[in-house]
């Protein structure tokens, strides 16, 4: 059997892992390597098509790029499996019979058995010597250590190194072949402290590069990590917004099946006085009919017989009428006719469409209780229209414009809204915000506003998530509270509008707001988005039920009022009533509203107008 050290001269090792060739793999230069280091060092190269022999520099074609499909070595592969599984000797015993090698001692080049190897340890001139389990060597995990002796000159050391033929040689073999062949030599062990240097600062490079790349590696997490978290918020953002538009969607159904089942109403009710007109008829002939049957039971004679003739003749008179016409409930029905419904083109502010077919006229026109004295109005939870007075007092009015109730009549009330649960938000004159049960008990909870001289007059509302908008016109800003009260969780800065009336939508988290001259639509952060202005008159806005946004144009010298409905992106959508002539009020404050049935309201600091559909 072989030493591990004639294996190495045999060529058995792999150049690069130092190691017994595994799948030994030869290129076109016959240059032979493990199959897995010829695997790491293609990985490496930028053309992913060839591979650089790492001897001799020389390009060798993979097919496909599969270092696989590359020739193996078959007679080196043969020889690799004859040495890993014949039985190694001991190369040392003199012994006639070898024992079994157990160790290889990578300076002396033997291999040793179990006796050897414990005497070549107890030997001081070996004491330096490497020893190697010969199983490690021979299953790959130990690479081979070559040994320093020159292979023409076997006793003396290779000390020698030529840079030239990039070989290890001794004094002789350098003063007698390479320096007349002019290579250059240098000592082998500057040459080693070289390469050792060189192989140093390799793996320190290397070794920051790694770092480098695990911080890459660390940094393509955090991306990866930004961009779930980017692309899960608009994943939110979408079921978000698909939500909105699903209840926006719902809220214009109602108010178009409102407005149908409004119109189903008035027009049943036409019909029902028809056709208890009819029924009356029916029992009257009848009954006239009877009275003049009843002469027929016995001989009439005197008081009797006059009342007989008086009711012939009544029942005469009666049967000459006009039979009832089909004309009164045929134009019912052709009025019923004309109301149509028309689907939206518009698919952007997905309204579904609007009903057509009838007119808007004045309904109700009431003298409210105070002269001068209204300062709101919002739609209570019951359905009825609160009026707030600056002189104290909340009115509550029918859509038929009849006085139901009166409250607060001790509060000068500035601003009313509704909470979710019923409790009433009350913004006084003096800036404070006061918070009633539905049978209007005084909650003890305390908002920390501003005050009249800080801030002055201002809207408020409250948004669907009960979140209360204080807002106020000096600083041109808006306050939000909780209904816990307490300091404003947050400001918003108008962008530079005035909030004198402010109004939140249903679905979304956005504000309406109108300085008297101007409309304008606030995102959640107070960024302006949306601007309406119209050389028309002083602008009321208010936020309908289907979330469209409904404004009244005022000219006060005219005592003329024009209203019409916007999308909530202020996008006009049809007219209501032009320039409808109201009496022209001493102070310049008017509010606008939209009952749940449809109605919509129009009040002035006197008197309260209340428009409906009519179809003529």
Known sequence: MATVHQISSQNLECPICLALFNQPTSLVCSHTFCKECLQCVFQTQPDQQTITCPVCRKVTSVPSGDVGKLQINVPLSSLVDEVKTENPACTVCEMDKKS?????????????????????????????????????????????????????????????????????????????????????????????????????????????????????????????????????????????????????????????????????????????VMEEESHQTIRDLKAMEELVTNGMKVPLEKDALFAHDTLCENLKSFLGRNDPD??????????????????????????????????????????????DSMNCITLAPDGKMAVGSHLGGIHFYSCAGELKQTVLKHVRVQEIRYLSDGRSVVRDMQNKISLYTPQWWKLEVTFRTMSFDEGGFGGLTVDRDDNIYV??????????????????????????????????????????????????????????????????????????????????????????????????????????????????AERVWCCLQEFESGEIVFCTSDRLYIFDEFVS
Not at 199 to 212: G, P
Not at 353 to 371: H, I, Q, R
Not at 539 to 548: A, E, I, K, N, Q
Request: glycine letters at 6%.
């Open 100 to 272: 079994p090698a157990v160790s290889y001692c990578q300076d002396c080049g033997r291999n040793m058995c179990k006796s050897c190897e414990i005497s070549h340890s107890t030997w001081k001139l070996f004491a330096s010597h490497s020893t190697v389990a010969l199983c490690e060597m021979l299953s790959r995990k130990v690479p081979l250590k070559r040994r320093r002796k020159c292979k023409k000159h076997p006793n003396d050391d290779e000390e020698c190194f030529c840079t030239g033929c990039r070989e290890y040689l001794c004094c002789k073999c350098g003063m007698l072949e390479h320096l007349q062949e002019g290579h250059k030599l240098e000592e082998a062990a500057i040459h080693e402290e070289k390469l050792m240097k060189n192989i140093k600062e390799l793996k320190e490079k290397t070794k920051s590069k790694i770092i480098t790349v695990e911080n890459h590696k660390q940094f393509i997490e955090t991306q990866r990590n930004e961009i779930k978290i980017m692309l899960g918020k608009i994943n939110d953002d979408i079921d978000k917004t698909y939500e909105e538009y699903m209840k926006l969607l719902s809220i214009r159904r109602e108010a178009l099946k409102c407005q149908v089942k409004r119109w189903s109403e008035k027009f049943a009710n036409e019909l029902q």
């Open 326 to 371: 089909h004309q009164s409930p045929r134009g019912v029905a052709e009025r019923a006719q004309k109301i149509s419904f028309r689907r939206c083109v518009n698919f952007s502010e997905l309204r579904l469409g609007e009903l057509n077919g009838y007119t808007w006229e004045v309904k109700a026109d009431v003298e409210l209780p105070s002269k």
């Open 471 to 584: 807002g106020y016109r000096k600083p041109k800003k808006i306050l939000l509270f909780t209904p816990q009260g307490g300091e404003p969780v947050r400001e918003i800065v108008c962008d530079g509008h005035s909030p004198c009336q402010l109004f939140s939508f249903h679905t979304i988290e956005k504000l309406i707001l109108t300085n008297s001259y101007a409309v304008v639509c606030l995102d959640g952060n107070g960024k302006k988005e949306n601007v309406l202005e119209k050389n028309e008159g002083i602008t009321w806005p208010s936020v309908g039920r289907d979330d469209s946004v409904i404004v009244a144009w005022m000219k006060h010298e005219e005592g003329l009022v024009s209203i019409d409905r916007y999308t909530r992106d202020l996008e006009h959508v049809r007219n209501i009533i032009t320039d409808f002539e109201i009496q022209k």
